[in-house]
T-cell receptor, first 113, second 116 residues
Framework: DSGVTQTPKHLITATGQRVTLRCSPR?????VYWYQQSLDQGLQFLIQYYNGEERAKGNILERFSAQQFPDLHSELNLSSLELGDSALYFC????????????FGPGTRLLVL | AQKVTQAQTEISVVEKEDVTLDCVYE???????LFWYKQPPSGELVFLIRRNSFDEQNEISGRYSWNFQKSTSSFNFTITASQVVDSAVYFCALSEWADSSYKLIFGSGTRLLVRP
């Protein structure tokens, strides 16, 4: 158990809908990262937050957004969902977002029908 | 651009065999970090090891060992006396420093099947 929690574990929804994925980092970690794992793109970095502020952006679609709250939990919002958004979404956390190890949560498996 | 190549898509071995998973990386950074993660069938990503670019010592942890060779830009992972529980997808990753932050660049993964 990495100490990173993600909810829900599974999510099934329809095209055009909006969903919110939630992540709680390990105790003491200030930085949260979101990654997407899909069959065609592999594991890709989406976005990073540090202590409530966006720090880095990767291949994140404009339909997707994220935020980190004062209690350091983070939410990833996916809207106008398409079939191709079906993937495993991981949250990871680290102490400061610098060179430390990122510890991953169990992931949320999203299926868009 | 940073890149991680895991050329072996899938490896199948019989229990108790030794197996080596290859990882080759490309980076222009002089300071960087390399990682291995394991993804068992249950789906979570489990951290195995982290090495920095200045430490080329090989590392052994139980049946696992890692060989880091800067000269060939490789960071290979060997499992000795493999077990069925080692069956998983293994990812090699490289840290990339950009926009005042580190993010991970993952290889495409190697699926290891250990047969009884």
């Amino acid at each position: 158990d990495s100490g990173v929690t993600q909810t829900p574990k599974h999510l099934i929804t329809a095209t055009g809908q909006r969903v919110t994925l939630r992540c709680s980092p390990r105790s003491g970690d200030l930085s949260v990262y979101w990654y997407q794992q899909s069959l065609d793109q592999g594991l890709q970095f989406l976005i990073q937050y540090y202590n409530g502020e966006e720090r880095a952006k990767g291949n994140i679609l404009e339909r997707f957004s994220a935020q980190q709250f004062p209690d350091l939990h983070s939410e990833l919002n996916l809207s106008s969902l398409e079939l191709g958004d079906s993937a495993l979404y991981f949250c990871a956390s680290s102490v400061s977002g610098l060179e430390e190890t990122q510890y991953f949560g169990p992931g949320t498996r999203l299926l868009v029908l | 651009a940073q890149k991680v190549t895991q050329a072996q898509t899938e490896i199948s071995v019989v229990e108790k065999e030794d197996v080596t998973l290859d990882c080759v990386y490309e980076t222009r950074d002089t300071t960087y970090y390399l990682f291995w993660y394991k993804q068992p069938p249950s789906g979570e990503l489990v951290f195995l090891i982290r090495r920095n670019s200045f430490d080329e010592q090989n590392e052994i942890s139980g049946r696992y060992s890692w060989n880091f060779q800067k000269s060939t830009s490789s960071f290979n992972f060997t499992i000795t006396a493999s077990q069925v529980v080692d069956s998983a997808v293994y990812f090699c990753a490289l840290s990339e420093w950009a926009d005042s932050s580190y993010k991970l660049i993952f290889g495409s993964g190697t699926r290891l099947l250990v047969r009884p």
